[in-house]
């Protein structure tokens, strides 16, 4: 059952009958008061219909509405005083719709008794039929079309059946209000009416909760649209993120420019041809995508139905992923050894200077001394030499050192030795501590270069077997890499940490050919002599190549700053190494340059030490008593010196150019130093046994020519000297070292003199050189 909505009081304006939904003429405001009762049950008749009527406003007078009445209340009041005020509600839905209360109140017998008191009260009232106010209403509109007047002229009532055809052509036409009846109390409502009326008042409220839910949307799409920065010109269309959608009204004001067939035939068909390019674009990739597909499948089968591939594959990821290992460990602890071989080289090279600057101020020291016991020598004065502490504090260690030396001569059996061809390269004990220590914890460091390496990347045997593997699996890309020449570079972090101890100054050091790199990388050269591409095997050279790499510079470095040209031993290990280094490149068609940087820097160093190192002081002739005196053992002991030097400068023969070696040792040294000292000694059999240990030490193939009758012209000066010898002794009592001068003659292959000086001297057959003794 529907609610009864809230009465609400308010004035209204009394309008004039024949104001209607159809534009009537206004009636006067007031007019004359009818009889109550026949008008109010006329009006009750007329609104029989209250849909029909407009709710415009009508020309009453001002009346306050009261609470409702019944009707026999109403009935009995006075009818002029009345007669201008209407009992109405404060709503038309209470005339159309009644409330339950009156509808549950009123009975047949309150409506009967009613009746009658209506009749009973105007019965001279005569109220026309129906039939007749229709006539009259079709003539008033008939008269309203000319515009003219209305006319008065009254015609016959129509029928009941003309009426209801009137109704049906003019369903709009309303009866004027003074013909319409008033409801005074509302007809009870039938079931389908109050269902009607519940419908009506819920979608009422509905459409304003929906009016409510969209007014709530537009508020927000408009506190969006003030948070958020919009680009002028785009569109954002926030009916996507709304439930509720709301609909543009079409903007009428808006005009756009004509459009005909031909326009709209060519917009198609432009539209028609970007679609198809499209269509093809897409046609071709998914063509593309399908043979893609497609290979991709036949790869995967031939992947999975050869085995071999497959590991192929994985043999070849595994050698990527080891040698970019390698290279990142090697380029680590590549900055670790270069510390290492800088420590070890700071020590080698300080030990080296301090022997040298004491030598060099041990013989400044006795040419000093010398000069000094000449000059009393002269003065014929025998009092003691004043000496400084320190210069006496150095004779006194060059003596007890030379003691030492003699009581470990005797001890060995060694009685064949001649004062001043010793090294005097001793260090003293607490020196000789202190090396060892700094030398011990420099290879104690060494050790632990790789100590967090596995063996795998760090030993050159596992790392060439490796190769070794992928050069006899897959030969041809193995050599299209160019491994050969990649493997110096790669070994040579490896090896320098093995040189790293390597002394090539010892005669007790290692071999080369002895070091386990070395038997490693030779075992990998001989691996691939069976291989058949020997042509462009550059396999074959990754020994010479990692020996100019990393033995070369080594052994430069220490020719340059530690080597002494004075030391036999130091000269004989170094050039051991060297030939076996050289011996590597016999194959080279050009000697590399790490190699003649080497040999530059021997002729260098050699030539300093001939400046620096070589010094025989010139004395008069001693006799034989006077060859105990110390001017005489101290010239000794330098020509011994010179000649020690002239032996270790020849041991180059081989490596150095016969030229260079000739000038270094016969020119800057022979014919400079010694061969005056022997003419300034005294001929006998010293100078002689001089003679030969000079010529003992020349090379033999420079006199390998068979045909060559007179020596090389950097001996003749040295030629002269043992004629003149000769001559001499002829006469003495040293006539049989004649002989041996001739032997001298003939070695170095001066036969011609050798031959003269036979004849001369008219030695026997059985003694004669040039016939074979």
Same mark, same amino acid.
Not at 231 to 255: A, H, V, Y
Not at 455 to 475: G, Y
């Given at each position: 059952? !529907?609610?009864?909505?809230?009465?609400?009081?308010?004035?209204?304006?009394?309008?004039?009958?024949?104001?209607?939904?159809?534009?009537?003429?206004?009636?006067?405001?007031?007019?004359?008061?009818?009889?109550?009762?026949?008008?109010?049950?006329?009006?009750?008749?007329?609104?029989?219909?209250?849909?029909?009527?407009?709710?415009?406003?009508?020309?009453?007078?001002?009346? %306050?509405?009261?609470?409702?009445?019944?009707?026999?209340?109403?009935?009995?009041?006075?009818?002029?005083?009345?007669?201008?005020?209407?009992?109405?509600?404060?709503?038309?839905?209470?005339?159309?719709?009644?409330?339950?209360?009156?509808?549950?109140?009123?009975?047949?017998?309150?409506?009967?008794?009613?009746?009658?008191?209506?009749?009973?009260?105007?019965?001279?009232?005569?109220?026309?039929?129906?039939?007749?106010?229709?006539?009259?209403?079709?003539?008033?509109?008939? $008269?309203? *079309?000319?515009?003219?007047?209305?006319?008065?002229?009254?015609?016959?009532?129509?029928?009941?059946?003309?009426?209801?055809?009137?109704?049906?052509?003019?369903?709009?036409?309303?009866?004027?209000?003074?013909?319409?009846?008033?409801?005074?109390?509302?007809?009870?409502?039938?079931?389908?009416?109050?269902? $009607?009326?519940?419908?009506?008042?819920?979608?009422?409220?509905?459409?304003?909760?929906?009016?409510?839910?969209?007014?709530?949307?537009? %508020?927000?799409? &408009?506190?969006?649209?003030?948070?958020?920065?919009?680009?002028?010109?785009?569109?954002?269309?926030?009916?996507?993120?709304?439930?509720?959608?709301?609909? +543009?009204?079409?903007?009428?004001?808006?005009?756009?420019?004509?459009?005909?067939?031909?326009?709209?035939?060519?917009?198609?068909?432009?539209?028609?041809? /970007?679609?198809?390019?499209?269509?093809?674009?897409? &046609?071709?990739?998914?063509?593309?995508? /399908?043979?893609?597909?497609?290979?991709?499948?036949?790869?995967?089968?031939?992947?999975?139905? *050869?085995?071999?591939?497959?590991?192929?594959?994985?043999? @070849?990821?595994?050698?990527?992923? @080891?040698?970019?290992?390698?290279?990142?460990?090697?380029?680590?602890?590549?900055?670790?050894?270069?510390?290492?071989?800088?420590?070890?080289?700071?020590?080698?090279?300080?030990?080296?200077? *301090?022997?040298?600057?004491?030598?060099?101020?041990?013989?400044?020291?006795?040419?000093?001394?010398?000069?000094?016991?000449?000059?009393?020598?002269?003065?014929?004065?025998?009092?003691?030499?004043?000496?400084?502490?320190?210069?006496? &504090?150095?004779?006194?260690?060059?003596?007890?050192?030379?003691?030492?030396?003699?009581?470990?001569?005797?001890?060995?059996?060694?009685?064949?030795?001649?004062?001043?061809?010793?090294?005097?390269?001793?260090?003293?004990?607490?020196?000789?501590?202190?090396?060892?220590?700094?030398?011990?914890?420099?290879?104690?460091?060494?050790?632990?270069?790789?100590?967090?390496?596995?063996?795998?990347?760090?030993?050159? &045997?596992?790392?060439?077997?490796?190769?070794?593997? %992928?050069?006899? +699996?897959?030969?041809?890309? @193995?050599?299209?890499?160019?491994?050969?020449?990649?493997?110096?570079?790669?070994?040579?972090?490896?090896?320098?940490?093995?040189?790293?101890?390597?002394?090539?100054?010892?005669?007790?050091?290692?071999?080369?050919?002895?070091?386990?790199?070395?038997?490693?990388?030779?075992?990998?050269?001989?691996?691939?002599?069976?291989?058949?591409?020997?042509?462009?095997?550059?396999?074959?050279?990754?020994?010479?190549?990692?020996?100019?790499?990393?033995?070369?510079?080594?052994?430069?470095?220490?020719?340059?700053?530690?080597?002494?040209?004075?030391?036999?031993?130091?000269?004989?290990?170094?050039?051991?190494?060297?030939?076996?280094?050289?011996?590597?490149?016999?194959?080279?068609?050009?000697?590399?340059?790490?190699?003649?940087?080497?040999?530059?820097?021997?002729?260098?160093?050699?030539?300093?030490?001939?400046?620096?190192?070589?010094?025989?002081?010139? @004395?008069?002739?001693?006799?034989?008593?006077?060859?105990?005196?110390?001017?005489?053992?101290?010239?000794?002991?330098?020509? %011994?010196?010179?000649?020690?030097?002239?032996?270790?400068?020849?041991?180059?023969?081989?490596?150095?150019?016969?030229?260079?070696?000739?000038?270094?040792?016969?020119? +800057?040294?022979?014919?400079?130093?010694?061969?005056? *000292?022997?003419?300034?000694?005294?001929?006998?059999?010293? !100078?002689?046994?001089?003679?030969?240990?000079?010529?003992?030490?020349?090379?033999?193939?420079?006199?390998?020519?068979?045909?060559?009758?007179?020596?090389?012209?950097?001996?003749?000066?040295?030629?002269?000297?043992?004629?003149?010898?000769?001559?001499?002794?002829?006469?003495?009592?040293?006539?049989?070292?004649?002989?041996?001068?001739?032997?001298?003659?003939?070695?170095?292959?001066?036969?011609?003199?050798?031959?003269?000086?036979?004849?001369?001297?008219?030695?026997?057959?059985?003694?004669?050189?040039?016939?074979?003794?």
């Amino acid at each position: 059952m !529907a609610l009864r909505p809230q009465r609400t009081f308010r004035r209204r304006q009394v309008e004039s009958s024949d104001s209607d939904s159809e534009g009537g003429e206004e009636r006067p405001a007031e007019e004359p008061a009818e009889p109550c009762g026949p008008s109010a049950g006329g009006r009750a008749e007329g609104a029989a219909e209250p849909a029909r009527r407009p709710r415009g406003s009508r020309g009453r007078g001002r009346v %306050w509405a009261s609470s409702r009445r019944s009707p026999g209340t109403a009935s009995r009041r006075d009818c002029d005083a009345e007669s201008r005020t209407v009992d109405l509600s404060t709503d038309e839905e209470e005339e159309t719709h009644p409330s339950p209360e009156r509808k549950a109140g009123q009975s047949p017998s309150s409506s009967s008794s009613s009746s009658l008191e209506e009749k009973e009260v105007s019965p001279i009232v005569q109220i026309p039929d129906a039939a007749f106010i229709q006539e009259a209403r079709r003539k008033r509109e008939l $008269a309203r *079309a000319p515009g003219d007047y209305i006319s008065l002229d009254v015609h016959h009532p129509p029928t009941t059946s003309d009426r209801k055809r009137s109704d049906e052509e003019d369903p709009d036409s309303d009866p004027d209000d003074c013909e319409k009846r008033i409801l005074f109390a509302p007809k009870p409502q039938t079931l389908r009416q109050r269902m $009607a009326e519940e419908t009506s008042i819920r979608n009422e409220e509905a459409s304003e909760e929906s009016q409510e839910d969209e007014n709530q949307d537009i %508020w927000e799409q &408009q506190q969006m649209r003030k948070a958020v920065k919009i680009i002028e010109g785009q569109n954002i269309d926030l009916s996507r993120s709304s439930d509720s959608q709301t609909l +543009k009204k079409f903007d009428t004001s808006i005009s756009f420019p004509p459009v005909n067939l031909e326009i709209i035939k060519k917009q198609l068909n432009n539209r028609l041809t /970007l679609l198809q390019d499209t269509h093809r674009s897409h &046609q071709r990739e998914y063509e593309k995508y /399908l043979e893609d597909i497609k290979s991709s499948k036949t790869a995967i089968q031939n992947l999975e139905s *050869a085995s071999d591939q497959t590991l192929n594959y994985k043999f @070849y990821k595994g050698m990527k992923i @080891y040698v970019e290992n390698i290279i990142d460990c090697l380029n680590e602890k590549i900055i670790i050894i270069e510390e290492l071989e800088s420590s070890m080289h700071t020590l080698l090279l300080k030990r080296s200077e *301090a022997l040298l600057k004491r030598r060099q101020d041990e013989l400044k020291c006795e040419s000093s001394y010398m000069q000094q016991l000449s000059r009393n020598a002269d003065s014929s004065s025998n009092g003691s030499l004043a000496l400084d502490e320190k210069d006496q &504090q150095i004779l006194d260690e060059i003596k007890a050192r030379r003691t030492q030396r003699r009581q470990a001569r005797a001890l060995s059996g060694n009685c064949d030795h001649q004062e001043g061809t010793s090294s005097d390269d001793e260090l003293s004990s607490a020196e000789m501590t202190n090396f060892q220590k700094r030398q011990g914890g420099i290879l104690q460091d060494c050790k632990k270069v790789f100590e967090d390496v596995h063996d795998d990347f760090c030993n050159v &045997q596992n790392i060439l077997l490796k190769f070794q593997q %992928w050069r006899e +699996k897959f030969p041809d890309s @193995y050599y299209e890499a160019f491994i050969g020449l990649c493997l110096p570079k790669l070994l040579s972090p490896l090896i320098r940490v093995q040189l790293l101890d390597w002394n090539p100054l010892k005669l007790d050091s290692m071999g080369l050919n002895q070091m386990p790199w070395f038997t490693s990388i030779t075992e990998f050269m001989n691996s691939s002599m069976d291989d058949t591409r020997k042509e462009d095997d550059s396999d074959q050279n990754i020994l010479s190549v990692v020996i100019n790499r990393t033995v070369v510079p080594r052994l430069t470095d220490f020719v340059e700053f530690i080597w002494d040209p004075l030391s036999t031993s130091q000269t004989r290990s170094l050039t051991t190494h060297c030939r076996l280094v050289f011996e590597q490149s016999a194959s080279e068609k050009e000697v590399s340059k790490s190699k003649q940087d080497l040999l530059k820097s021997v002729v260098v160093r050699i030539k300093k030490s001939v400046e620096d190192d070589v010094f025989i002081p010139l @004395y008069p002739k001693s006799s034989e008593e006077g060859k105990m005196s110390a001017h005489s053992k101290f010239q000794e002991r330098q020509f %011994w010196g010179a000649l020690k030097l002239f032996r270790n400068i020849l041991l180059w023969n081989g490596l150095l150019p016969d030229d260079t070696l000739q000038d270094l040792g016969l020119g +800057k040294l022979l014919n400079r130093y010694l061969i005056i *000292a022997l003419t300034n000694a005294f001929p006998g059999p010293d !100078a002689v046994k001089k003679c030969s240990q000079i010529a003992a030490c020349l090379p033999e193939k420079w006199f390998e020519n068979s045909a060559m009758r007179t020596s090389i012209p950097q001996l003749e000066n040295f030629i002269q000297f043992l004629l003149q010898s000769a001559h001499k002794l002829s006469s003495s009592e040293f006539r049989n070292e004649v002989n041996e001068i001739i032997l001298i003659l003939v070695k170095v292959k001066a036969l011609n003199q050798a031959e003269s000086l036979t004849e001369k001297h008219h030695l026997e057959p059985s003694t004669h050189p040039v016939t074979g003794v």
